[in-house]
């Protein structure tokens, strides 16, 4: 039992899909999979997280060795 709310639900979300209307940026996701970015260019939106946390290499090995001594 209780299959037919599940189902309905299923049934609700489908058709919520199906029929939305989305507004996707199709410019900027196909510049996202040609991958035009060049290497090490921080793209505009996260211009102000890569300010406040720095632009350093998060792989670098100092910055993991600084890491492991402060916790």
Do not use: C, H, W
């Amino acid at each position: 039992m209780g299959r037919g709310r599940a189902k309905a639900k299923q049934t609700k979300v489908a058709r919520n899909l199906k029929y939305r209307t989305a507004n996707t940026d199709f410019e900027s996701l196909e510049r996202e999979l040609r991958g035009d970015r060049r290497e090490g260019e921080i793209p505009d939106a996260y211009a102000d997280l890569a300010d406040r946390y720095g632009a350093d290499d998060p792989d670098d090995e100092d910055d993991r060795e600084g890491l492991r001594k402060s916790g």
